[in-house]
């Protein structure tokens, strides 16, 4: 559908039933149409791609340039076929292309490092192949090549009748960037702001140290933006930026005091204080036992990234011993 006038959303499935959808967008330009992701890797996703264009009176042919928020699967996975299919150039920020072969191509060197990292945050060894394995399936769905155009914070692009400011928002993946439109204040946001989840924020191999640090400074810059319209990479385009931003920091806020709650009584590695504390907030709070595998490790390597944060805050401390990373708050 036309979002509003040049710019039209097409919402590309999840593979394996899971019944969310990826967000991609065409805007049009005088002198050729930019698409905002790609959706997941799969015949599928390619499929109801065509068919969102046909609905939208468009063609593959009418794709000039594939901007890639970040790398995850459901953002970039179809990207080197869609480049096939419309002859057009896949873009996105040089740290994210960096990222690329070791994410994707060393895939088993990356499941390594996840590995010692669980184990080090005190993963018990029942479930710690579990959670490494968690993500193997999504490899399938990513065609990992390069871009033929890698971007730095600050850059132009246009597309004849828009021009975007290249935002570096790093956070939710190191080389996330937004694209932000002055004139119509529109800002497309990948995955740093949804409407209705939070986004996940973890540390990880890639993440760099402080990823959370990282997202909040990457929030607090996007909250001086005048925006009208907010297209995410998931859920309803909406209008409040500010408003779902502050809501986003109270969030990570009420985590922060369950963490330091959950280590009042003593150290706790980053596994224990993800067990005592709930989880998805917006579906009413589940505990750490009942969520899926994969959920588990996202929850795991988040409680991970709010100690990292509060370790730079100067509020909790961390001793390493016989190889497991134990955490005691200060106060
Ligand atoms: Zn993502
Ligand atoms: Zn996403």
């Known amino acids: 559908m036309e979002v509003v006038s040049g710019v039209h959303r097409i919402k590309l499935p999840f593979p394996e039933g ?8 065409v805007v049009e330009g005088s002198r050729g149409n930019i698409l905002v992701d790609s959706g997941w890797g799969s015949s599928e996703v390619l499929w109801a791609f065509r068919e969102g264009l046909r609905e939208n009176h468009l063609k593959f042919q009418d794709i000039n340039w594939i901007v890639i928020t970040h790398i995850h699967p459901d953002h970039y996975g179809l990207a080197s076929k869609l480049k096939e299919f419309c002859g ?4 996105m920020h040089r740290v994210e292309a960096g990222l690329i072969n070791s994410r994707y191509k060393d895939f088993a060197g990356l499941l390594k490092q996840i590995e010692e990292e669980l184990s080090r945050n005190g993963v018990p060894q029942f479930e710690l192949s579990k959670l490494t394995e968690a993500s193997i399936w999504m490899r399938q769905f990513v065609s990992p090549d390069l871009p033929d155009v890698m971007l730095d914070d600050g ?12 935002l570096r928002t790093p956070g939710h993946s190191p080389g996330h960037i937004c694209l932000y439109e002055p004139r119509k204040k529109w800002l497309f946001c990948g995955d740093h702001v949804l409407f209705k ?4 924020v973890g540390f990880h191999p890639q993440s760099g140290d402080n990823p959370l640090g990282d997202y ?4 607090e810059r996007l909250e001086a933006l005048k925006a009208n319209f907010i297209f995410p990479g998931h859920g309803p385009v909406f209008n409040s930026l500010k408003l779902r931003a502050a809501e986003i920091l109270h969030h990570h806020e009420q985590r922060e005091r369950a963490i330091i709650k959950a280590m009042s009584s003593g150290f706790r590695t980053a596994y224990r204080v993800a067990t005592e504390i709930p989880w998805k907030p917006e579906a009413g ?6 969520l899926a595998p994969w959920d588990r490790r996202l929850a795991i390597l988040e409680t991970i990234a ?26």
Not at 18 to 25: F, G, L, M, S
Not at 155 to 166: A, K, P, Q, Y
Not at 197 to 200: E, F, L, N, R, V
Not at 285 to 290: L, Q
């Open 306 to 331: 709010h100690l990292r944060l509060l370790m730079v805050e100067g509020k909790v401390g961390k001793i390493d011993q016989e190889g497991i990373s134990l955490y005691l708050s200060k106060d």
């Open 88 to 91: 057009a150039e896949v873009v």
């Open 18 to 25: 899971i019944p969310e959808y990826t967000n991609v967008y």
């Open 155 to 166: 850059d132009r692009l246009s597309n004849g009748s828009f021009e975007f400011e290249v």
């Open 197 to 200: 989840t939070t986004p996940h």
């Open 216 to 219: 909040i400074d990457s929030l």
């Open 285 to 290: 709070g589940i505990a750490f036992k009942d």
